[in-house]
Structures are given as structure tokens and as C-alpha cells.
């Protein structure tokens, strides 16, 4: 049975930042690899959301619904991350947490994390230090683990700044071996400089 990682989507998520990572996981590393996993999204309620770009995605599952199984929860920027809507999502990343499941967090859903205190322990990355310290305020003690890197994996979190989808994908393919280490390489050397380099 393949392993489920889940896409968290709010309102006005940033489409880019996912891509790279779910296709990554549901059709392999490489074209003939190995797909151990298999990617579904999840939504406040099982109404559409509407990225950035404008697509209207409707969620797998909702908050209420969706799967205990699954090997990674994945936070994809965007807009909303400040919102009441996403105050449900301290609940889903403690939960995952604990049960050692791999939380990946990128742009302003690394902000989230800064927000409640999930950072505090790991060194971690993100929108920049300036932002961490505004979103957290009193819950973000660990500016010192602050690392100005496009994406960084300490243990079971993974953050990224909003430029940072391929980077993003890499560490998260690391953290769930998703494939071999020379694999994986492979894949971010060609999505990250492309077929020609001239």
C-alpha cells in the first residue's frame, strides 16, 4: 500500500510551491522510479479553494475527513495563512507531529509555523527572519535557528521561503526517501537548471 502525503490548501494557495513536490511523489523521481507515494489535498471544507493563479481546486478532503493514515502533511503558501480559517491547522500539525509524521511547511505556511511555536526547537527557514519574528511574536523563541538557506529539514519539519519550490520538493523527497539520494540529486539538478545550461 503507498503512503499518502496530504497538501493542506487554503484560500488563495500558491499553485507553484506545490507542484514540483506532488508530482514528484505520485509519478516518481524518476520516469520508471518507484511511487511509494501518492498525494491528495486537503481544505477547510469540502467547498472549492481558488489558487493565486486562479485554478479552482476541489479538495480530497477536509479537515473533518480526511485520512489518520498518511506519511506527510504538507502546508503550501499563500495568502491565508493569517486568516481564521487556518486556525484549525495547529491542531493538524501538533497531531502529526507527535505521531512522527514529516510536516513540511513553505512561504507563508512556514510563517504559520513561527506563528505556534512549531519552529522553536529545529533550525528552519522561511519568508525571512523580519516576518518569523511578526507572525510570531511571543510563540517564535528560536530566531537564532533561523537559517538564510531556500529550504531547510531539521528532523520531521521541512521549511522553505516562496521561492523555494524545488528546493522545497528536494528536502521533503529526502526526508521521506522517496527515492535514492543520487535520484533525488538528479531530479533537482534538472528541474532546477533545465535541459540546456547556455
Known amino acids: 500500500m503507498k503512503n499518502n502525503v496530504l497538501f493542506v490548501l487554503l484560500d488563495k494557495y500558491a499553485e507553484w510551491e506545490a507542484a514540483p513536490l506532488a508530482a514528484a511523489l505520485n509519478s516518481g523521481v524518476t520516469p520508471l522510479g518507484d511511487t511509494r507515494y501518492t498525494t491528495a489535498t486537503v481544505a477547510p471544507t469540502s467547498d ?75 533550525t528552519h527557514t522561511g519568508n525571512g527572519l523580519d516576518q518569523l519574528r511578526l507572525w510570531g511574536g511571543e510563540r517564535y523563541t528560536n530566531p537564532e535557528g533561523f537559517i538564510e538557506r531556500q529550504a531547510v529539514a531539521d528532523g520531521s519539519i521541512v521549511t522553505a521561503n516562496g521561492s523555494a519550490g524545488i528546493e522545497f520538493a528536494r528536502e521533503m523527497l529526502l526526508a521521506l526517501e522517496a527515492d535514492t539520494r543520487e535520484n533525488i540529486d538528479a531530479w533537482y539538478d534538472f528541474n532546477k537548471h533545465g535541459l540546456y545550461r547556455g
Request: hydrophobic share 45%.
Open 48 to 122: 472549492a479553494v481558488r489558487s493565486i493563479g486562479g485554478f479552482r481546486t476541489m479538495p480530497d478532503y477536509h479537515f473533518d475527513s480526511m485520512p489518520q493514515d498518511y506519511a506527510a502533511l504538507v502546508l503550501v503558501g499563500g495568502m491565508s495563512w493569517d486568516k481564521p480559517e487556518a486556525g484549525c491547522v495547529e491542531e493538524l500539525v501538533a497531531r502529526a507531529l507527535r505521531e512522527g509524521k514529516t510536516v513540511g511547511a513553505i512561504c507563508n505556511g512556514a510563517s504559520f509555523m513561527a506563528a505556534h511555536g512549531f519552529l522553536n526547537d529545529v
